[in-house]
């Protein structure tokens, strides 16, 4: 029940996590293509990539974002940078107050949820210091929801340009013209970027999917050190079997005597183990489920990153397989139980 329990536990928040992720940049990238660097040692994304993406036939609008670390009153903060009025035809950041697309170069976006917890509100003056150094005052002149798929601070790439060492995307996002084949302009601008390092090009239901894979990824480590946690609960369940079979000897050689077989024996052997790991399987679902609606809901209350979903599909492969757990436990208790000799079964205390 516990292995069952903590497994249950992390799909279920994987599964919520995957679920407002994906919720989050559907709603959030309202553009037809992506293209991102690798995730590991991939670097970025040269602003030269964008501006030949952005003159290609058939393309409308190709404009990068960038991510990087700043002050911003007196404290350090994870900052995206963009192109504001570009990015508007590709994001859609569900502003609240103001406009992103309207944002000068004195100005900042903050995220709804953080200017709640810093009490900053539209017209707030904030004491910037940029990465070379150099301080500046700026307003807060929108706030937005959606932070799927930018940070909780976004500035105009007018202000962040001069004072960064270099500028290099982490993702740029392309808006085609009106009638426009994405496939066909899928591959025109995967053409492209073969001699940038072959970054990922995908079209909106790609990218949606494929920003979910690092939290699969990282499910999938975590199953393959729980599965000790399950392998120690078969072996649990058939030490528990074997302890019962020479308990009950005496029962066993009295059935034997009045007519049970050893195929009988060895499947009532094998639906005790059935039920009991059923019963541990259930009790861990149950719980597992509980928890993991426990851990979705204060994630959401405390970041906005998790919707409760509960995988029905995957809960029942864990069901499925803990049964059948059950029956692999109970092999040899069951082979033991069956070729206890009858007589001597019987005469036992």
Known sequence: MVGVAIVTLFTVFAASLKTANAKGISGSFTGDLAVTAPSFGGGGLPPELATAIAHLPGVRTATGITTGQMKLAGRNAQVTVLDPVQASSVLDLHETAGSVAALRPDQLAVSQRQAGSLHWHIGTKVEATLPDGASTPLTVGALFDSRSLVDDYVLPIGLWAPHALQVVHSAIFVKLAPGADVASGRAAVKQLTAGY???????????????????????GIVYVLLAL???????GIANTLSLGIHERTHEIGLLRAVGQTRRQLRSMIRLESVIISLFGVVGGLGLGVFLGWALAEAADRAAGVATFTAPVAQLAVILVLGGAAGVLAAIRPARRAARLPVLGAIATE
Not at 203 to 217: H, L
């Open 229 to 235: 946690a399950i392998v120690i609960a078969v072996l």
């Open 197 to 219: 390092g072959q970054p990922a090009v995908d079209n909106r239901a790609d990218f949606v999917k494929s920003q979910g894979q690092a939290i699969t990824f990282l499910l």
